[in-house]
Each structure stands twice: as C-alpha cells, then as structure tokens.
C-alpha cells in the first residue's frame, strides 16, 4: 500500500549555533541543550524526519551552563542517554550546504551563541527567506529569534515588522548577569525592527505564532515553539 501525501512524513531542518565564547569574558557558550532537546524529540516523536545543521558543521558547542543539575528535563536526560543523537550531533551538515527546497520547515534552538554567528549570518538569513516565500514556516527559541532580526520580506522589509514575534527579554538577561556582555539586548531589536514584541513574565514559557512566524520566549519556551511548529506542519 502507497503513502498518500497526508502520509508522508515530513522534513524539519534544526540550525544550531557553532560559536563558544562568551563575549570577552573568557567563558564559553553554545547552544541550550533543553531549547534543542525538548523541540527534536517532539518532532521525532511526531513522526517527522529531522535533519541537524550548524554554522561549521560538526560538533556545535554546548553551553555549559545548560547540563548544570538546576536545568535538566525529561528531554534533557533522553539526550544525555541517547548515543544515536549525540553521533548525529557530531556530524551536523554544515549550514551552506543546505537546501530549504529540502525541508518542509526550520527550527533554530537557542542559547546565547546565535547572538554572534546567527544575527547576521547571510546563508542563515537567505535561508529562511527562502522558507518564507515558499509557504514554508520558520522558528525559533529564546536567543536564536536573533537569526530573525536582519531577513527581510520580498517587499524589502524586516521580517519582524509588524509581527507577533518573542526572544529571551532584557529580564531574563538582567537576571543572569549578562546585559553588558552580550552584542545586543535581543528584546529591544526586535522591537526596534518593528516587531509586535510580546512576552511572559520571566521564566515563564510562552510561545507566540504569526503566520509563518514562530518563536519562543526563554528556555522554558521550547517545547510551546516546537508545538505550534507541529500543529502548522499537520494543520
């Protein structure tokens, strides 16, 4: 018996950051395991191919800070007991050898790396401008809504312009001590780009979708994304 197209399972593409330090304060950093693990075994689990992609390729840096006890989850510890994934994560494509024509949709799990390499990263930007003028959806979680900042629409505008659009808040980056450090405040970007800036109280999950566009506010926020992903993938 042959799949009929509503069978057929579909592709999602998931981005990560390849950069590792902290700014100049000698710490390092790199992806969010929870704002990746939480999103890629809801996908999977949905029944949906994922494929792993990062700036470099290879191995993607993890944050540090991420496996500290205080931030383990149930998605957290199946990634920590998962061997398959971790050897998928040591081989992740690299970003300009991808193709959005590949893939039904993308997902960019944050942590503060995006902030250096994804912002303003032109493959990434071309990428999901691709994925939006082919009706194809494009999210993202916590500091990775930074890879959003800077793709424009086919009118020439920002993305975000009047959007429903979230990212980790100036809160949150107050609370762990960072607002010096970073590049930029993520929260006064995007409303600075005209983004219908909108969030939770801090640590709170909160999710928000507007059209194509979906994001996700800190790392509580990451399974929320990847379910409004699902749903505009199986609606």
């Not at 710490?27 to 890629?40: D, L, N, R, S």
């Not at 920590?80 to 193709?99: P, Q, R, Y």
């Not at 493959?123 to 999210?139: D, G, M, Q, R, Y």
């Not at 020439?156 to 960072?178: C, H, S």
Request: net charge negative.
């Amino acid at each position: 018996m042959t799949q009929t197209n509503e069978q057929v399972a579909k592709n999602i593409l998931m981005v990560l950051t390849s950069h590792d330090e902290l700014g100049t304060t000698g710490e390092k950093t790199g992806f969010w395991v929870e704002e990746f693990a939480a999103p890629y075994y809801a996908f999977i689990d949905a029944g949906f191919n994922v494929t792993l992609a990062s700036v470099a390729g290879g191995q993607p840096p993890i944050d540090p800070k991420s496996t500290l006890e205080d931030f383990q989850t149930e998605s957290t510890q199946r990634y920590d007991n998962d061997e398959s994934v971790k050897a998928l994560m040591a081989n992740t494509a690299i970003l300009t050898e991808i193709d959005s024509a590949d893939y039904d949709a993308v997902f960019y799990p944050g942590g503060h790396g995006p902030l250096w390499d994804l912002t303003d990263n032109r493959v990434s930007i071309a990428l999901i401008e691709s994925f939006l003028a082919t009706n194809k959806p494009v999210a993202a979680v916590c500091h990775a809504t930074a890879a959003f900042l800077n793709v424009k629409d086919g009118a020439g505008e920002f993305m975000v312009k009047g959007k429903a659009v979230t990212g980790f808040t100036n809160g949150e980056e107050d609370a762990v001590q960072l607002t010096a450090v970073v590049p930029f405040l993520l929260e006064d970007e995007l409303i600075k780009r005209g983004g219908d800036y909108q969030k939770a109280a801090d640590w709170n999950a909160f999710a928000v979708q507007d059209g194509l566009v979906i994001s996700g506010q800190n790392p509580q926020s990451s399974e929320l994304a990847a379910a409004k992903l699902i749903a505009a993938l199986t609606q």
